[in-house]
């Protein structure tokens, strides 16, 4: 006999079928045993009688979360055991076998309830089991589903999706880079990508036109309920295109998205702010202009500026260092004219207080990189060591180009109504840093440190 899903096996009322899954709960009314027993797909109550000798033998041991498989006939309720709470609650399966799959002893953690209150580390160390709260189970669907018509969505548009490479050379973001040992080349490193920055402005420069993707960036940096130190990002990037173009397009897709997941959009088409504007009126680039807890408010907030400060009196990049100036800057920036003044082309979206996508229109042009680069406190030297590849490549032909990286992570978590990205993350890291189940960072064993020249000078004892 086959296995149905619950779903299915709950519609074939009065045939005999197969499911299997975990006991959800067991009661036990007189000599009856009752399991509702679950499935992704669903729950559903099993009986078991004295009458079934074997059956019954094998359900006298069963408890919670053991996994079973049932054989029996799919009968409707009588009229006063209908249970309207559950989807499958006017059918029960009358088991007729029942075997033993896996045994569970008792969970380290409960699943019943949403587990917020459950501390991290353990719901974390245990997230497989974890996993299997409803509400997890839920959000896990969902970020599938945003995956699913985002895709359609882009495709449909004529993006193409391009993987690039996670092992690279540092991009700047913002952040600390996480590095990865050569073997080959002894001494030297890869960076894990922060983004895939310059690689899709290459690709703009190779002809692509319209790219996305759905790239992990890893950024070594303190985590906070919406940082891990590996996020998903819908990376965009598209060629002869204006500022207006690429919000546009990423309004398009988030109204798509939205509206496929039956959410709701307090304004459209979504406001455009300036920086000044939200600045002077919240006191801050992510103002929540949301009225209803229910829906989803939506902003553009534009006119960043180039640079900002830095503690040591010179300047950095607002965004990234590829960020272009509006054009009634550019004679400024190589002048090295009113630095703190510079607007960019920036533009960054923003849902219920929480950024979900940032971007810009580029530099296109080497001497321009070379400038804003220079007033960032890059010397000559460290221009061409780090960029060299970008400068030459803006000279073979170089489209103007622009694009945008949406949160993916954030994303979902304000469709999902969720405070922190972790609640719809399978398997994320602790706020400490450690990851989920497998307990790294680990020490490496001395083999591999020789094998990539490595010595450990200085070790942090574990608190
Ligand atoms: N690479 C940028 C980021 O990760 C996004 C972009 O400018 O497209 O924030």
């Given at each position: 006999m086959a296995r149905l899903s619950i779903s299915e096996a709950s519609k074939k009322q009065g045939e005999k079928v197969e499911i299997a899954g975990w006991i959800n709960t067991r009661r036990n009314h007189g000599k009856i045993i009752f399991f509702d027993v679950r499935d992704a797909s669903g729950l559903v109550q099993v009986v078991v009688t004295p009458k079934e000798e074997e059956s019954y033998k094998v359900a006298e041991k069963l408890g919670s979360e053991d996994v079973i498989s049932v054989v029996g006939t799919v009968n409707k309720r009588p009229a006063e055991n209908i249970n309207k709470e559950i989807e499958t609650g006017e059918i029960e399966i009358v088991a007729e076998e029942i075997n033993l799959i896996g045994k569970a002893v008792a969970l380290p953690i409960p699943i019943e309830g949403d587990g917020y209150d459950v501390e991290e580390s353990i719901r974390f160390k245990y997230r497989y089991i974890d996993l299997r709260r409803p509400r997890l189970q839920k959000n896990l669907k969902l970020r599938h589903q945003i995956v699913k018509v985002a895709r359609a969505f882009l495709d449909s548009e004529g993006f193409t999706e391009i993987e690039t490479p996670y092992l690279s050379k540092t991009t700047p973001e913002g952040a600390r880079d996480f590095l990865v040992p050569s073997r080959l080349q002894k001494g030297k490193f890869y960076a894990?990508?922060?983004?895939?920055?310059?690689?899709?402005?290459?690709?703009?420069?190779?002809?692509?036109?319209?790219?996305y993707q759905f790239a992990r960036c890893f950024r070594d940096e303190d985590l906070r309920a919406d940082r891990q130190f590996e996020h998903t990002q819908i990376d965009i990037e598209m060629a002869f295109v204006k500022?207006?173009?690429?919000?546009?397009?990423?309004?398009r897709l988030i109204?798509?998205?939205?509206?496929?997941?039956?959410?709701?959009?307090?304004?459209?088409?979504?406001?455009?702010?300036?920086?000044?504007?939200?600045?002077?009126?919240?006191?801050?680039?992510?103002?929540?202009?949301?009225?209803?807890?229910?829906?989803?408010?939506?902003?553009w907030v534009v006119d960043f500026p180039l640079l900002e400060k830095t503690d040591e009196g010179g300047y950095t990049f607002a965004h990234n260092p590829f960020a272009a100036p509006k054009p009634e800057f550019v004679d400024s920036l190589m002048k090295e004219k009113e630095l703190a003044n510079l607007q960019s082309l920036q533009y960054d979206l923003v849902c219920n207080g929480a950024e979900v996508a940032g971007g810009s229109i580029r530099i296109h042009e080497p001497e321009v990189q070379r400038q804003a680069l220079r007033v960032m406190g890059y010397s000559d030297k460290r221009i061409d060591d780090e960029f060299g590849h970008l400068l030459a490549a803006y000279k073979y032909g170089a489209p103007v180009h622009g694009g945008i990286a949406v949160g993916f992570d954030r994303l979902v978590s304000v469709i999902a109504g969720e405070e922190n990205i972790r609640e719809v993350i399978a398997f994320p890291v602790t706020s400490g840093g450690q990851t989920s189940v497998m307990d790294a960072p680990s020490e490496a064993n001395p083999e591999q440190l020789k094998d990539l020249g490595l010595k450990i000078i200085e070790k942090e004892e574990k608190k």
């Open positions: 894990l990508a922060q983004s895939p920055q310059q690689y899709k402005q290459l690709l703009m420069i190779a002809g692509i036109e319209k790219y500022r207006e173009d690429v919000m546009s397009a990423v309004e109204t798509f998205v939205v509206g496929k997941i039956g959410k709701k959009i307090e304004k459209k088409p979504f406001p455009v702010l300036t920086y000044k504007e939200v600045m002077e009126k919240y006191k801050t680039d992510r103002p929540n202009l949301n009225k209803n807890k229910a829906d989803l408010s939506f902003a």
